[in-house]
């Protein structure tokens, strides 16, 4: 039987439509999927990049937008320049090598013609200059690739500030000028190689010459026809690059020639053309560094002031002044001015800019969105306030350089935006209706802007009116969201209702240099303005406020004149005021301009005798028993005005006005440093009888010598009143018993000059340490008052008796000075600040001694705890209880037992019942100054110095 071999079975139909349908699916899944996604990626396309909210954000944005716009085009334009010089520079060369080549065998002869010769040399230099030209344009090329690499890392801001740096410096550098005269070059080498022609073939043939040169001439005539035309005519199409080069020569001649000139109308007329042609060239001469003019519209023959204001006192133009003025200069997008115009509200601009373009291109622009009924456009509101505050800010600084731009526009728009209002308001030199409850930016801006306008056009009386109007908007109540920038502004706002401010001044963007300078020129106007004394109460009282809210950083820099002329000022005001009924509070409202959170004054005692005699008996009405924070704060302003006058300290107080100053030692802060300084000053009044008592008051000494501890600044005046009273009788046992408040700060000062430690070895001397022996004589000055503190310190343990009622306190204050003088390794000697350290072999032979005296002292910690009958109400023993005895006794045992021995680095010391281990003499002082604060702290705060 044969088998039959079946073809294979088709597949049935269902099985066949599976398969297509699935795979049609399939592929229609993966189009649907593919469209989708496209459509995804237009949408995402078609949608609004998402608004930066931080302005310089959405600035340099915008910038490097426009940026890469400028620069595409920029190398473009010339690199289709330098291509076509190249090219032609390739073709000319060949041509004037060609002719040389030609003319070169008739330079064989031995007597050539002397026209070959010359011919020859031309062609030369026209070859030589056709090359350069090449050379020149190959290496322009290169430094197109070098600008384009501007600004390619970094941030925004950075590759923004990178690229207008080189974009600075092709204009500082003429590199627009350097390339266009590349072209200049070529253009020679054609008219040698033509000149160079025409005596050729003289020599040859004179008629050919004669043609070849009538060619030359009237090619050249046409040339210069072309060239004169782009110079004395703007409009001309035919510029050149020698054009812009000529136009400023012979403007520079007329200007030199033109007092001289018989026709000097059209001289006049032909320079105005010139320069009108001279714009787009003379951009390229803007000085961005800050140059002042002397005198302005602003600024009156009588402005005060003006010995006060020092160079260092102004700011530098912010960096970012020259994207912004190119971006206004540039740029023809609303929206991207708007941008530059928000940013270019709050930079400090020099004063030697021109800015008329930049402002007719933001006039411009807030022009561009007025409606048919000069109103601004829905939603256009904060653009368009952009642009009008950049605007006013820059017509400001036009003010200030004595360019004020009158007539550039007029600008209408309804009630209903009132930033925009107050913005319009400045604009038409009209004033500010603030809404400082809500202190918006544009407020802020006002509050800068105001003393550029000219509001005397408006209100030609006294300035009555414009200071009420303009106080009756600072309340207590709307008040709380000005900063210290503002209140500077503010003051100068009020110096402008009395006279025009210093227009250095007025165009800083941040007035806190000038903030005590304001101050003074404000009581300066008021001692000449002829204005009610409500008025005059009110302002007062209004600026305290704003001055006390806001306070003032330290100013390390502020020149000492300047606080002299401001208490000079605040003293001949108080001194003119009728005592009658109010004028305490005036005195004490004026006299808070000299505290030192409002003019940020590191006060270190200095004093004017100019000052006028100030009243320190009037303190007296002062109530003790109230003493709350108005009188804490107007003691704080009378303490500091009375610090600067040593006429009045020369006179003796009462004893109520001394409490006064005494309790302000325990309030701390500038209170306490006037208050220090007036006690150390009035040496007089430690030797009236009526005041000892109060003087001799150990809580007086002990708050002095905080006050010292605090600032070490103040050591020398601390050390001077020691000087002064040690060797009077009744005090000399007075000072005797408070040496631990002396010590403290002795053990706290790093830095020493001469005249401190000739103090200090004299105080030493006079009270404890009569007896010194020949050695010391040899140490240097430091060493000696280190080695009679050391000394001194000694007896003080020996003496020191723990079950006295004051024992808690002066063991705290002794042992901390006792601290921080025998861990001390090195000092500073001013004034050369170098850094000396003290000779180990003096540490040797001086302080195993006092160690002794410490081991043994906290023996006695140890035995007084022990001793029962030791009940004394204020004893260390009583109040610190047996866990503060010990660590006390502990602290005494260790320290002296680690002076005692040679230090060792890596060691341990016992402290509060444990091991602690330290590197260094930085880390032991560390180690015993945090035991000595656990101590006074379990000791209570009633104890605290």
């Not at 204009?171 to 000149?195: D, E, H, I, T, Y």
């Not at 006002?446 to 303009?470: C, D, H, V």
């Not at 401001?566 to 005195?587: E, R």
């Not at 000694?794 to 002794?814: C, G, I, M, P, Q």
Request: proline residues 5%; contains cysteine.
């Amino acid at each position: 039987m044969s088998h039959e071999v079946l073809p294979p079975l088709p597949p049935s139909p269902t099985e066949h439509t599976i398969d297509e349908e699935r795979a049609s699916h399939s592929s229609s899944s993966d189009n649907d999927q593919y469209e989708i996604l496209r459509i995804q990626k237009a949408v995402e396309a078609l949608k609004p990049p998402v608004p930066v909210t931080d302005k310089k954000s959405a600035f340099w944005t915008s910038y490097m937008k426009l940026a890469d716009e400028h620069d595409k085009e920029f190398k473009e334009k010339y690199s289709t320049d330098l291509d076509t010089s190249l090219i032609f520079a390739g073709l000319f060369s060949a041509i004037v090598s060609a002719f040389i080549i030609l003319i070169q065998p008739q330079l064989s002869t031995p007597d050539p013609p002397i026209k070959i010769v010359v011919a020859q040399s031309i062609l030369y230099i026209s070859l030589s200059t056709t090359l350069l030209a090449a050379l020149l344009a190959v290496l322009g090329k290169q430094w197109l690739m070098y600008y384009q690499a501007a600004g390619s890392r970094g941030t925004t801001e950075q590759r923004g500030l990178e690229r207008q740096r080189k974009l600075d410096g092709l204009n500082k550098w003429k590199f627009n000028a350097v390339l266009q005269m590349f072209p200049v070059l070529l253009q020679l080498g054609l008219l040698l190689f033509s000149a160079a022609l025409s005596v050729y073939l003289w020599d040859i043939s004179v008629p050919i010459a004669i043609i070849v040169l009538a060619f030359t001439v009237l090619c050249s005539g046409v040339y210069l026809f072309l060239l004169a035309s782009a110079i004395f005519s703007p409009d001309s199409p035919f510029q050149t690059p020698l054009a812009p080069f000529l136009k400023y020569t012979i403007s520079l001649a007329l200007q030199i020639l033109q007092p001289l000139s018989t026709v000097r109308d059209w001289c006049s007329k032909l320079t105005q053309n010139i320069q009108q042609s001279l714009l787009q060239f003379g951009k390229s001469h803007v000085q961005l560094l800050p140059s002042f003019t002397a005198h302005s519209s602003l600024e009156s023959q009588n402005t005060p002031l003006q010995e006060d204001f020092t160079e260092a006192d102004f700011d530098e133009p912010s960096a970012e002044v020259p994207a912004v003025l190119w971006v206004l200069e540039t740029s023809t997008d609303p929206m991207m001015i708007s941008t530059a115009a928000e940013m270019a509200i709050d930079l400090q601009w020099p004063l030697s800019l021109d800015l008329k373009l930049s402002m007719n291109r933001l006039d411009e622009t807030f022009t561009h969105w007025l409606n048919n009924a000069q109103n601004i456009q829905r939603g256009i509101v904060h653009p368009a306030t952009n642009c009008g505050m950049a605007y006013c800010s820059l017509r400001l600084i036009a003010r200030a350089s004595g360019h004020d731009p009158h007539g550039m526009g007029h600008w209408v728009e309804a009630e209903e935006h009132p930033d925009l209002q107050n913005v319009l308001e400045v604009y038409h030199d009209l004033p500010v209706t603030f809404n400082v409850w809500v202190m918006s930016r544009v407020t802020k801006w006002a509050l800068n802007t105001i003393p550029s306008l000219e509001l005397k056009q408006y209100f030609r009386g006294s300035p009555q009116n414009n200071l009420e109007n303009f106080l009756n908007q600072f309340t207590p109540e709307n008040i709380q969201t000005l900063d210290e920038e503002d209140v500077c502004n503010y003051l100068c706002c009020l110096n402008t209702c009395f006279s025009p401010c210093n227009p250095r001044v007025v165009v800083q963007k941040s007035k806190k240099a000038f903030k005590v300078v304001l101050m003074t020129q404000l009581f300066r106007n008021l001692q000449t303005a002829k204005i009610d004394p409500a008025l005059v109460a009110s302002l007062l009282k209004t600026t305290s406020d704003l001055l006390n809210m806001t306070g003032s950083e330290t100013q390390y820099g502020l020149a000492t004149r300047q606080v002299k002329n401001l208490v000079i000022q605040i003293s001949q005001f108080c001194s003119a005021l009728p005592q009658q009924h109010g004028w305490f509070d005036l005195v004490v409202s004026a006299a808070m301009f000299a505290r030192k959170q409002n003019i940020g004054f590191y006060y270190t005692g200095e004093q004017f005798d100019e000052v006028e005699h100030h009243n320190v008996q009037l303190w007296a009405t002062l109530d003790l028993q109230k003493w709350d924070a108005h009188t804490s704060t107007a003691v704080d302003g009378l303490l500091a005005l009375l610090a600067w006058h040593p006429l009045a300290i020369s006179n003796t107080p009462s004893e109520e006005c001394l409490r006064i100053i005494t309790r302000a030692l325990s309030a701390g802060g500038s209170s306490a440093c006037s208050a220090f300084f007036i006690l150390t000053h009035a040496h007089s009044w430690f030797l009236d009888p009526q005041l000892q008592p109060v003087l001799q008051s150990s809580t007086v000494w002990i708050h002095i010598g905080s006050v010292v501890s605090d600032n070490v600044l103040f050591s020398s005046a601390y050390f001077e009143l020691w000087v002064h009273l040690a060797t009077i009788f009744e005090w000399k046992p007075i000072l005797f018993h408070k040496f631990s408040a002396w010590i403290a700060v002795v053990g706290r000062a790093n830095v020493w000059d001469e005249e401190s430690l000739t103090k200090c070895n004299t105080i030493i001397r006079t009270l404890w340490v009569t007896d010194v022996n020949d050695w010391h004589q040899s140490l240097d000055k430091y060493e000696q008052v280190w080695a009679l503190a050391i000394a001194a310190l000694t007896k003080a343990w020996e003496a020191f008796n723990f079950s006295d009622s004051s024992a808690v306190r002066e063991f705290v204050r002794l042992s901390r000075g006792t601290i921080s003088v025998t861990l001390r390794i090195d000092y500073c000697a001013a004034p050369a600040g170098i850094w000396k350290e003290i000779s180990s072999d003096l540490r040797y032979n001086l302080l195993p001694e006092i160690g002794k005296v410490l081991i043994h002292a906290a023996q006695s910690v140890m035995q007084t705890m022990s001793d029962h009958r030791q009940q004394v109400q204020g004893n260390l023993i009583v109040e610190g209880g047996e866990d503060t005895s010990t660590r006390a006794a502990e602290l005494l045992r260790a320290l002296g037992q680690v002076i005692s021995t040679k230090f060792e680095p890596g060691s341990e010391v016992q402290l509060g019942g444990l091991a602690r281990k330290y590197d260094d003499w930085y880390d032991l002082r560390t180690l015993f100054t945090r035991e000595i604060a656990r101590i006074e702290s379990s000791l209570g705060t009633d104890h605290a110095d």
